[in-house]
């Protein structure tokens, strides 16, 4: 059973920057894992946000986030990271990482269905 960690949220003032980090444990390898962030505002839908695959080798992101934010890996920790930079008050939301195995890079895109879920860590960002 894959089991997600995320920390690194918290209160942040608008065009500030915060480093989530997911820690994985449960599986022998990350090699074939695709692993996400999603996020849900109260009210609204869960959005998926960026997503990465090897290292690097295959990463995604939300149009919302392209720029700002930045997804990386160090699978050596079994950590996967999200850089959130010039925050807005609408990204505030709790914030998800997710996992799932994939056959390979190109299934790991924004349209993978997640099987793994963490608790969450929670980002507020205010204007």
């Known amino acids: 059973q894959v089991q997600l960690v995320e920390s690194g949220g918290g209160p942040v003032q608008a065009g500030g920057s915060l480093r989530l980090s997911c820690t994985a444990s449960?599986?022998?390898?990350?090699?074939?894992?695709?692993l996400g962030w999603f996020r849900q505002a109260p009210g609204k839908e869960r959005e998926e946000v960026a997503g990465?695959?090897?290292?690097?080798?295959?990463?995604y992101y939300a149009d919302s986030v392209k720029g700002r934010f930045a997804v990386s890996q160090d699978k050596a920790k079994n950590t996967v990271y999200l850089q959130m930079n010039n925050l807005k008050p609408e990204d505030s939301g709790m914030y998800y990482c997710?996992?799932?195995?994939?056959?390979?890079?190109?299934?790991?895109?924004?349209?993978?269905?997640?099987?793994?879920w963490g608790q969450g860590t929670q980002v507020a960002v205010s204007s």
């Open positions: 997710a996992a799932v195995k994939v056959l390979g890079g190109r299934w790991c895109n924004l349209h993978v269905q997640f099987r793994y």
């Open positions: 990465i695959f090897d290292e690097g080798i295959t990463s």
């Open positions: 449960g599986y022998r390898t990350s090699n074939d894992y695709c």
